[in-house]
Nanobody, 114 residues
Framework: QVQLVESGGGLVQAGGSLRLSCAAS????????MGWYRQAPGKEREFVAA??????AYVDSVKGRFTISRDYAKNTVFLQMNNLKPEDTAIYYC?????????WGQGTQVTVSS
């Protein structure tokens, strides 16, 4: 059974930085994508970033500010978030894609004050 545990969330002022981590355990395949989604109050969960062996992808609103990386030996994915904005406030969820299902972490709260 795959398990994902996020950490690194918190309260930060606008312009600050946070680094999220997601430790995965269980049958993790290096060729499967891992990534981050977020859900703000009253909004649907949205894609933030994902990483595969070949490339990384980002939602337009975080390009140039967020960087996703992955330690394949430790089954850990990171999200470095710089120049944070109040609109980045959300619960951030780690995601691991397999077929026929996705796995999700429990989420970590990121709050950016103005």
């Amino acid at each position: 059974q795959v398990q994902l545990v996020e950490s690194g969330g918190g309260l930060v002022q606008a312009g600050g930085s946070l680094r999220l981590s997601c430790a995965a355990s269980g049958p993790i395949m290096n060729n499967n994508d891992m990534g981050w989604y977020r859900q703000a109050p009253g909004k649907e969960r949205e894609f933030v970033a994902a990483i595969s062996r070949r490339t990384a992808a980002y939602v337009d609103s975080v390009k140039g500010r967020f960087t996703i990386s992955r330690d394949y030996a430790k089954n850990t994915v990171f999200l470095q978030m710089n120049n944070l904005k109040p609109e980045d406030t959300a619960i951030y969820y780690c995601n691991y894609k397999t077929y026929p299902r996705d796995y999700w972490g429990q989420g970590t709260q990121v709050t950016v004050s103005s």
